[in-house]
């Protein structure tokens, strides 16, 4: 081979090896510029065959041309190495931040958003809302509320004991103990809502669940009367089913409210226009919605609140019921059954 031959082989294989845009062009270039086939392995390979003062020459100047090319090789090597682990870099990227659609987000339980409703509209009028243990004491879920062991409105109240027998204590069968509660611990004026879980052994149907929720509502003060509670009930029910939707009480019995009423809600849909043909109030354009009264002045007393100077009223009210009014639901355990579709459609309204 040439000089010129040999330098030219050398100039291709350094140019190859600078346009390598990537490892894998570059590997082509080595095989192709520095493999056993190559040009200069070729020349390299002929020195052996030369003369002896021709081999010095020829051998330094092959050597040193593949000397450079195998040096350029190495160098380019390395650049391209290190820019492919940097666009390994950018382009694997996880962002561990980035907000994640895979799992469907749950809501917030139609019953635990409607109740908060329902407390926000007695807030709003400046009530508090009261709790109270679901486990409670048989004297506060019946004897504090005019309802003694021998009371017949006992059984009226299908009611959970807790073992052992005789032990007094009771899964409450209704959110009224809170008003007993909250009379023994504070002074009036009161005026407080309590919204809770009440339990009765009842069977689990459509309609009927062994746990459901309830509604209370209780006001003492100076010069309370059954107008302030039908007034109260009244603004209660437009500002869950709107404009027009009012109240009507029926005469009732509760031993801890005398006088006592039934509370029904004016029907929403037909709104006791079209009656007849309604299939929500079938006919009645009311629907019934609960229990209430002025509070009994014995329970007031049981309870440390002077009925002389004190009167008060009382209500309760279903909330699951309420809700599936306001839903349209036909079956209460569509409330009771986690299902995520249920729970996202009615949850998050409201
Ligand atoms: N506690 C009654 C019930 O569960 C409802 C009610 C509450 C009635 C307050 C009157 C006053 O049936």
Redesign the pocket.
């Known amino acids: 081979m040439q000089p010129e031959e040999v330098d030219a082989a050398r100039d291709a294989a350094l140019a190859a090896i600078a346009a390598a845009s990537d490892l894998e062009d570059l590997k082509r270039v080595r095989t192709e510029h520095a493999g056993d086939r190559s040009p200069l392995a070729l020349a390299n390979r002929e020195i052996g065959a030369l003369p002896p003062q021709a081999r010095k020459e020829a051998g330094q100047r092959v050597g040193q041309a593949r000397g450079a090319v195998n040096q350029a090789l190495a160098a380019r090597q390395e650049v391209l190495e290190a820019e492919h682990e940097e666009r390994i870099l950018v382009e694997e990227t996880v962002d561990v931040t980035l907000p994640t659609d895979r799992r469907p987000a749950g809501a917030r339980h139609p019953i635990t958003t409607g109740s908060e409703l329902i407390a926000d509209i007695f807030v709003a009028m400046g009530w508090e809302v009261a709790e109270g243990p679901v486990i409670e004491a048989e004297w506060l879920n019946f004897d504090a509320l005019n309802l003694g062991a021998d009371h017949p409105a006992r059984t ?2 299908d009611t959970f004991w807790t073992a052992p027998e005789g032990s007094g204590v009771v899964l409450r ?4 103990p809170v ?1 007993a509660r909250t009379m023994l611990t504070r002074t009036p004026p009161i005026y407080v809502v309590c919204p809770g879980r ?1 339990f009765r052994t009842d069977e689990y149907d459509a309609t009927h669940s062994p746990m459901f929720h ?1 509604v ?2 209780l006001a003492i003060d100076e010069g309370i009367s059954m107008a302030h509670l039908k007034g109260t009930l009244d603004h209660f029910a437009t500002q869950l089913f709107g404009e027009g939707i009012t109240t009507r009480f029926r005469p009732s019995y ?1 031993p ?2 005398e006088p ?1 009423a039934e509370v029904d809600l004016r029907c929403f849909v037909c709104k006791g226009v079209d009656a007849a043909s309604c299939r929500t109030c079938r006919g009645e354009g009311w629907i019934e919605w ?4 002025v509070v009994n002045p014995r329970v007031l007393t049981a309870c440390g609140v002077d009925p002389e100077r004190y009167t008060g009223f ?4 279903g909330i699951d019921r309420t809700l599936m009014f306001r839903h349209g639901l036909s079956d209460l355990r569509a409330l009771f059954e986690g299902d995520i579709r249920f729970t996202t459609a009615f949850g998050s309204e409201l």
Do not use: K
């Open positions: 009226m109240q069968t209704h959110t009224s008003q009440v309830q209370e509502g509760f801890f409210t006592s609960g229990g209430c009264g009382a209500f309760g009210m």
